[in-house]
């Protein structure tokens, strides 16, 4: 349900791939809502993937930009306002990507050049794109600036590798950068830390659907899926958000205040050892009160 939410406004949204992305559903929506929006990607990812017919269909242009390099972001923001003519009023980051998870080496065995990438692309590119934007004055006062996290930033998770290091260091990058934006140009910067989502990204993460399973029985809402994420992201570049910035913003059906549920408790006891449940009368007793709560 579209209602103008957006209308009059200019967006510039980097990292849809597929029709799986999370920032091509942002896009979709924030067109919906009236806006005017540019979209941007790798050359390589523009080749491998569907984003100029997403461009097609919102009637936008594509420029091709690698976020880790200063020059390509320029140059990006340059065309983005002549196309737009004008001003941007929204920035999307939804760019991650990590070598050492991709080819799957422990954490603890991870080769540092990886690692040195894993940061430069997950998280100092969001420095990168909001110091470029910043010096070609290219966002109007009251604009928005989002980035996409994770709670791994907060807490360990099986198999996130270094991402976990790569979300801490964007989270920390848009308060500090959201104190200095928001005092000079009244533009605000905030993260949105999303559930599992079954992405080309999420699904480079090794047992992904057992962690998508997980986090719907621990969240008593369930999971947050990319179309309620592009929702949340577009009240966050709407003008009834003003006045927040330098938030980490948990959409994730409540999961990151829980500790456990009787749904994933049900199952973790179903798991265990045969010989465990019988004997242990703690087990046997809790049953009941979990499968009514279910
Ligand atoms: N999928 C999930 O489970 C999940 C959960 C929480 C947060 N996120 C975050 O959401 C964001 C979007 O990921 P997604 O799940 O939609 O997956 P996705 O694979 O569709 O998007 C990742 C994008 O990053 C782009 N990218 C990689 N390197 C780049 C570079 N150097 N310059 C510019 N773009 C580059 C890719 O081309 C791709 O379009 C990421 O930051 C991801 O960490 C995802």
């Known amino acids: 349900m579209a209602n103008n939410l957006l209308k009059g406004k200019k967006g510039l ?9 999370i920032a091509w559903k942002v896009a979709e929506r924030a ?29 936008s242009i594509v420029v091709p930009a690698d976020a880790t390099n200063v020059n390509d972001l320029a140059g990006l923001f340059s065309k983005a306002m002549k196309h737009v003519d004008g001003k941007l009023d929204f920035v999307l980051h939804s760019i ?43 966002i109007n006062e009251w604009g928005s600036i989002v980035a996409l996290s994770y709670i791994a930033a907060q807490r360990t998770l099986f198999e996130y590798n270094d991402m976990a290091d790569a979300k801490a260091a964007l989270e920390s990058i848009a308060r500090s950068f959201g104190y200095i934006y928001g ?14 989502t079954p992405t080309t990204a999420g699904l480079g993460i090794k047992g992904f659907s057992g962690l998508l399973d997980f986090t719907e029985r621990m969240s008593p809402l369930g999971n947050a899926t990319g ?67 279910l």
């Open 96 to 138: 991650g990507m990590s070598p050492n998870v991709r080819k799957k080496v422990p954490y603890d065995q991870i080769s540092y050049d990886n690692f040195m990438k894993t940061l430069d692309i997950s998280a100092i590119s969001f420095h990168k794109i909001i110091q470029t934007a910043k010096k070609l004055d290219a």
């Open 13 to 21: 949204i980097f990292g849809a791939l597929n029709a799986h992305s």
């Open 227 to 293: 179309d309620e994420c592009a929702d949340y992201c577009i009240t966050l570049f709407s003008d009834l958000t003003r006045k927040v910035t330098m938030q980490n913003l948990y959409h994730d059906g409540g999961f990151s205040s829980m500790g456990m549920s009787a749904r994933a408790m049900f199952m973790y006891n179903r798991s265990l050892d045969c010989n465990d449940c019988n004997q242990n009368p703690l087990i046997n007793s809790d049953k009941s009160s979990i499968i009514e709560n």
């Open 31 to 59: 067109y919906e809502e009236g806006a005017r929006v540019v979209l941007t990607n790798t050359p390589l990812a523009i080749r491998m993937g569907d984003v100029n017919a997403l461009a097609a269909k919102i009637g």
């Open 183 to 196: 005092r000079e140009k009244k533009i605000r910067v905030n993260t949105i830390s999303q559930s599992p």
